[in-house]
């Protein structure tokens, strides 16, 4: 392990819950480095873009969404018949574009036959996620777009512990959308709603109650 990796390990390990890390000026091989290291702190988060490297240290509540929303999507995905792949917060990198990250969650839905068994996704070989899910109740994650934006991910979803937000690649930025792309039935307001309900009646009963309104919406 090189000196400057067991430096941002040492940084790392002191973040608190909820906070994040900033550094500069890191080179490709030494992020990919860190990448082999992160094992060893489940559910942080890293993106780099061209030397800049961020990590992020999630709260509790931060998986918990996550865990909500996808769990509404394999909902839709039963009640649509329509093929589902996740990949969880598997890292995307391009060393050709200088750039990487994790989403909190991300699954494939147009492009979900063409994941099916395969164990490693290659960018540019392979398509990157239909949708990318970030949860913001901590920390800013506006900086991760352009990275998105490179790598080709046409859509992301936003909640941050309150309000949701859909977004559409046009070009090389995102445009605010009401209804997702990948599941046209789904609206902001839906997503926000039933993560709200899971908060005070528990998830279960939130993604029966999801699964119930769109069944009466046929």
């Known amino acids: 392990m090189s000196a400057l990796t067991t430096d941002y390990l040492d940084l790392i390990e002191r973040l608190p819950a909820g906070a994040s890390l900033r550094l500069q000026n890191v080179g490709w091989d030494e992020y990919e480095h860190l990448l082999t290291q992160m094992e060893m702190y489940p559910g942080h988060r890293v993106s780099y873009d061209r030397g800049r490297l961020v990590v992020m240290s ?11 929303i996808y769990s509404m999507v394999r909902v ?10 996740s990949r969880g917060a598997t890292t995307f990198k391009s060393k050709r574009l200088a750039k990487g990250l994790e989403p909190d969650t991300c699954f494939y839905v147009q492009n979900a036959a063409r994941l099916i068994g395969q164990r490693t996704i290659t960018l540019g070989i392979d398509p990157p996620p239909d949708v990318v899910v970030e949860i913001d ?16 991910v046409p859509e992301i979803w936003l909640y941050d512990g309150e309000r949701a937000y859909f977004y559409k690649l046009v070009g090389e930025t995102y ?37 119930q309104a769109f069944r009466a919406r046929k």
């Open 175 to 211: 445009d605010e959308i009401q209804n997702s792309v990948a599941f046209h039935v789904l609206t902001t307001t839906d997503l926000a709603q039933f993560v709200e309900q899971s908060k005070t009646e528990g998830q279960s009963a939130a993604l029966a109650a999801f699964r």
């Open 76 to 85: 839709l995905s039963e009640e649509l018949g329509v093929a589902l792949e």
């Open 58 to 68: 999630p709260l509790p509540e931060h998986e918990e969404y996550k865990e909500t």
């Open 137 to 152: 109740t901590t920390n800013e994650s506006l900086h991760k777009f352009p990275i998105y934006a490179a790598l080709g």
